[in-house]
């Protein structure tokens, strides 16, 4: 075995039982969706003993001094960037994350450990396929997102093209090889089986929300409602990033028409690349019933999604199986209905509708959004009722115990089999 770069010791290496290590650009403490999504999943399977590894591009630590964060070793191989940074700086701090992937694939990866690699930067698995194959261990391809047809709908020049045609193909072909393939939602499922055929496996793992750190919280127990100015509002809100995906002139425009209701109030909590411009375009129109917070800490997660009477969940039609909304599962955990703005026919809707939590209208469809929203200010019963389904279909379906399971059963059948955790071997 080759000397690490990180500097442990080989021989205590070589003894070391299979681990599970995962390529990500971010990672606790970092609150993006991926981090937390991550960070659950690994931060629980350290719990049962399970040797864990985070190979990110998040944490400031020196690569030859790994953290250990709630027992996983944390490896920072590049430095990080703002989510809003251009598309050149983004490009050069894939190109940096990639290299600093295989490396560490090359010294941290044993006979039957399992790399599971995650979809930032786009097409991690296919750069770090060749030294997870050299080194003997098992992938796993855990598709957050489809590339490059998400930076096709996105309109990236070439991504329409030979050039987005080729980066396909290769994904197409890493995945085919891989050990297990695992998307978010049922139309991403059904989007990748129809690209590599009937003969590759697509496992459904949805992303989550923890049901015990986020709980419905009435909205007079809130202090968030006192630190922002809006006791007596009926609080219309959005949660999470601003990105490429989202369109948000429906909202803006229905935040116009509801005006002169002076008791709704938007709260636009978050961070992303398209923050700066919705705040320009609200600043545009004068719209002072449209309140700006940054992306809340996790441990105020429970106030900032019980704060809103309603909360939006917005997706533009044409990413509908490329990408998938995880902020609903939150909204869900917080026993709050949820305004899908988007395809009525899309995955978010669909839930929204069969668990009765919610509505759904049509991108551009302002009117529409403005009435559902009247619509359950005018009804608390309404909302105390779609809000309690929310709830009761989170626990059932979504909430993180049932995600972490479905993880391990899939990591037992891929490579973990022979392996018992300190966690069982006490239970047994």
């Known amino acids: 075995m080759r000397q690490s770069v990180y500097g442990d010791d080989v021989e205590a290496n070589k003894k070391a039982r299979v681990k599970i290590v995962f390529f990500n650009r971010y990672f606790h403490p970092d609150p993006s969706a991926t981090s937390q999504m991550l960070s659950d999943l690994v931060f629980a399977l350290a719990a049962e003993g399970i040797e864990v590894h985070v190979v990110t591009g998040r944490l400031p630590t020196p690569a030859d001094k790994p953290d250990i964060v709630n027992g996983v070793r944390v490896h920072a191989i590049a430095g990080a960037i703002s989510p809003s940074a251009n598309l050149v700086s983004r490009a050069a701090s894939y190109l940096r994350y990639y290299m600093g992937a295989r490396r560490a694939a090359r010294d941290w990866l044993d ?162 690349p398209q923050l700066a411009a919705v705040k320009a375009m609200a600043e545009r129109r004068g719209l002072d019933n449209i309140r700006f917070e940054p992306l809340q800490a996790r441990e105020r997660l429970r106030m900032s999604l019980s704060l809103p009477d309603v909360h939006v969940c917005i997706l533009r039609r044409g990413f509908e199986g490329l990408v998938h909304p995880s902020k609903l599962y939150g909204i869900m955990a917080a026993g709050r209905p949820t305004l899908v703005v988007g395809d009525p026919d899309g995955e978010a809707a669909r839930i929204v509708a069969s668990s009765v939590s919610g509505f759904s209208v049509r991108e551009g469809d302002a009117q529409g959004l403005a009435s559902a929203i009247l619509r359950l200010r005018n009804s608390p019963q309404l909302r105390n009722e779609l809000g309690a389904n929310a709830r009761a279909i989170f626990m059932h379906d979504y909430d993180m115990r049932h995600a972490i399971a479905a993880w391990r059963t899939l990591l037992s059948y891929v490579g973990f089999s022979t392996l018992k955790s300190e966690h069982d071997q006490r239970s047994g």
């Open 111 to 272: 006979r039957g450990d399992v790399a599971v690699a995650k979809t930032d930067p786009p097409m991690l698995a296919t750069f770090i396929e060749t030294a997870v194959r050299a080194r003997g261990a098992k992938l796993v391809a855990w598709m957050q997102d489809v590339f490059p047809e998400v930076a096709a709908e996105y309109g990236i020049p070439g991504m329409r093209g030979w050039i987005g045609e080729a980066l396909a193909r290769m994904r197409d072909r890493t995945l085919a090889r891989a050990d297990a393939i695992v998307a978010i939602g049922d139309r991403m499922a059904r989007t990748l089986r129809e690209r590599l055929g009937t003969g590759i496996s697509v496992n459904v793992i949805h992303n989550w929300a923890d049901g015990r750190a986020i709980e419905p919280l009435d909205a007079a127990d809130n202090p968030l409602r006192r630190e922002w100015g809006l006791e007596g509002k009926f609080v219309v809100g959005y949660s999470g990033n601003l990105g490429r995906v989202h369109e948000f002139g429906t909202l803006l425009e229905a935040a116009e028409r509801l005006r002169g209701h002076a008791d709704v109030f938007f709260v636009i909590v978050g961070r992303g």
